[in-house]
DNA sequence: AATGAATGAGCCTTCATTCAT
DNA sequence: CATGAATGAAGGCTCATTCAT
């Protein structure tokens, strides 16, 4: 009975549900009611899948995780070279925002409202800019240092692009608009290009 | 009538006791009874000071808007250059890292946390972050049509300056370090000296 | 208008409820909402007037002691001798017993079921039960230093009285009958008389 | 069929660890999951086990009362004298307490918090203290008679003597101290001797 | 102005038990 | 014989706000 190949798809489905609703109404002021009406599910159902609220929102956050994750290696493995990577991750991100419901980052938003640096859902979202971080830092090194600059400098450029990626994201949420992903794009293209000519 | 000068000082004193729990908790996260409770008032009196939590939240975030004007022109009114003080800005903001309880940007933060793009919070948040940018964009257009840009050119330089500001705001707080700062500062001292270099 | 002499007596009225509910049905066995569906009242309304469920159950104790205080006083303050007033104790016991809805001592109950000995549950039952035997010890020593014993020898009659009865107060509840009182009161009789033949 | 001699064993590994449970934390507030999650099995497999939590009870109940007797037997077999065996109890109650995570009698507890007087937790508490109550009369009746003592005045000493073990175990728990038992003890050696000498 | 009692929906979590696999 | 998903009522407690005094 192939039929149901999503067997034990529940605790799936709630992540699912849960994933909507923490990004687009934030995880504190999504409460259990709601994602368990939703689906459609008994209280001590949930519980049964999820030890707490916490280990949904971090199921939730490693599930986004791997997905940007999958949409950015789609989006750039046919790309030839770094330079051009990493301006597909601002256009990329640019159509993102035109679709519906974007509320921003999901990682920045939790981050924002989670005081505790310490606490497990803070480490998550640390880990994610860690690797996004990294991301951007191995593309400039790759480019930079063929326009002649040390690791070390173009290290220093693939930071700075990620702070003007995130710089981006966050105004976009916050003024409801492209324009921040156009400019930081533009200024990142000329910082490409002010190296080659170098 | 200079007899009373602390008139509606227990006003002031709620917003004091509220900046401090907001910032440091979150809008969402801070209840009204902690705030009473601090400010050794009853629940009545509160409501006779505001119409509800959102206009004390409003009145937070104005307050804050006004301090923070009142920081950089402290900061930088004895600066000559425009440079000097775009980059005055980015000192700033490493130093109060480094002092306790930085939980980042309160109006970031703030619309983190609040999905309605056109409520009154968020309206006081963008309406913050739009005198920032301008600030930025201000002075890049004195230092940068000094070396020469057009003003549009000038005014997309400041803009980019603003988002790496903004950037190394969000990442200072989500590490919890002050490198972002220093590296967005590296990029911003590069980029002021490669235009005076054209 | 003194038409109204309880004005503000719902504190009282919950306690009133809360103590017939937490010594018929246990104070773990009973939830708030039985309290406040049976007072009438709004679920916000109890936390206006207890911070806690265990704060209501102090006041419970504490009430309960002053009733049993009170209910003490009236039954023997009539009584010429010590000895009279002890074994008038067990006396007041069986009657209370023959009473509706028996279920033992409410303070043995409660630290039966609460295994933290430094809970303020706890220490309000301790308190309860060392003015309980210190009663006891007062009148033995006033009855045995008549009788030539030492104030120390006296104090241990006074003590050996309490934990009879303790030991008859909590046998009447599991046997569910007066016969553990009147075997102790029988005994104690004889250790009055005895110390009165030496 | 002797080859499987921990046929059922798993069932006694669970009572044994609700055993603990439920004396430390008290049969009411000690919930299945936590015995499960102790004893490593599924929730499923408990239920095949017991019919319900009750049973549980019962069966933690009837294996404390066998585990009573033993240790009374082993610990009282070798001495000569009734009056030996009595005194010996209060000793051994003095030891155990001594001894880790003392909380009083299961017993007692249990009754305390079962209102039900007529339930089967309660008659198993109740057919536990019969037989406590008989050993202590049997003792005394030896005792007693010897001493001139008719045989319903020897067994009114033996109920006393119960009453005083009784008493003073649960002031132990409730004083967290010995001095309960040690009190008692001497009121029962006085009353040995004040037999003897009669 | 200031008080604090009153509201009732909502918070996250645990409860003992059943049942299909 | 074992599993663990499913149930839904109940657990204690907080929420922002209103209102009579």
């Known amino acids: ?7 034990g798809g529940k605790r799936e489905e709630i992540i699912e549900i849960a994933s909507r609703l923490f990004y687009e109404q934030g995880y504190g002021a999504t409460g259990i009611k ?7 599910i008994a209280k001590g ?11 949904l929102g971090l199921a939730w956050l490693r599930a986004r995780h791997a997905q940007w994750g999958g949409w950015f ?21 640019e159509e993102w925002i035109s679709g519906a419901n974007f ?12 005081p505790d640096a310490d606490s497990s859902m803070r480490n998550e979202v640390a880990r994610h800019k860690t ?8 593309l400039a090194i790759d480019h930079f240092k063929a326009a002649g600059l040390t690791t070390a400098a173009a290290r220093q450029k693939g930071t700075a692009i990620y702070l003007l990626f995130e710089g981006s994201l966050v105004e976009a ?17 000329a910082m490409l290009k002010a190296a080659n000519s170098t």
Not at 1 to 7: R, V
Not at 45 to 55: C, P, V
Not at 81 to 90: C, G, N, P, R, V
């Open 103 to 114: 509320r921003g980052c999901a990682f920045i938003n939790t981050m924002a409202e989670t």
């Open 131 to 138: 690797s996004l971080l990294e991301t951007f830092q191995d």
């Open 1 to 7: 009975m192939p039929e149901n190949t999503t067997a």
């Open 173 to 189: 949420q916050n003024f409801n608009d492209t324009w921040p992903i156009q400019t930081a794009r533009k200024e990142v293209k």
């Open 34 to 40: 709601q994602i368990i009406d939703e689906a459609a």
């Open 73 to 93: 290696e789609e989006a750039t493995n046919h790309l030839k070279t770094s330079a051009q990577k990493i301006l597909k991750a601002f256009s990329f991100l």
């Open 45 to 55: 159902t949930f519980y049964t899948h999820f030890r707490s609220k916490e280990e």
